[in-house]
């Protein structure tokens, strides 16, 4: 059984930090790749930063220079350092894999982040 259970959402201020962490159980973790993923109010689910197995990482360009993604698969846990937060930002966050092997999609639960003007 694969769970991903994300954490460190919050309410924060323009400009501000937070840290996600996803932390993963079950054996799939070290060999896929982990998304971020976020969804505001009223819109679509989003990619915003995809971590590698190997740590290498992408991002949408819309969070691009603010956002840095990072795994510590000793930990089974992933991280997404967010900076210089922006109103528009705000969502619920959520982590996401896909098995290599299965191809099963597995999600979190997400963890609500609100960034106030």
């Known amino acids: 059984q694969v769970q991903l259970v994300e954490s460190g959402g919050g309410l924060v201020q323009a400009g501000g930090s937070l840290r996600l962490s996803c932390a993963a159980s079950?054996?799939?973790?070290?060999?896929?790749?982990l998304g971020w993923h976020r969804q505001a109010p009223g819109k679509q689910r989003e990619l915003v930063a995809t971590?590698?197995?190997?740590?290498?990482?992408k991002y949408s360009d819309s969070v691009k220079g603010r956002f840095a993604g990072a795994r510590d698969n000793a930990k089974n846990t992933v991280y997404l350092q967010m900076n210089s937060l922006k109103p528009e930002d705000t969502g619920v966050y959520y982590c996401?894999?896909?098995?290599?092997?299965?191809?099963?999609?597995?999600w979190g639960q997400g963890t609500q982040v609100t960034v106030s003007s």
């Open positions: 079950g054996s799939i973790f070290s060999r896929n790749d």
């Open positions: 996401n894999t896909v098995d290599a092997l299965t191809r099963r999609s597995y």
């Open positions: 971590i590698g197995t190997v740590g290498n990482t």
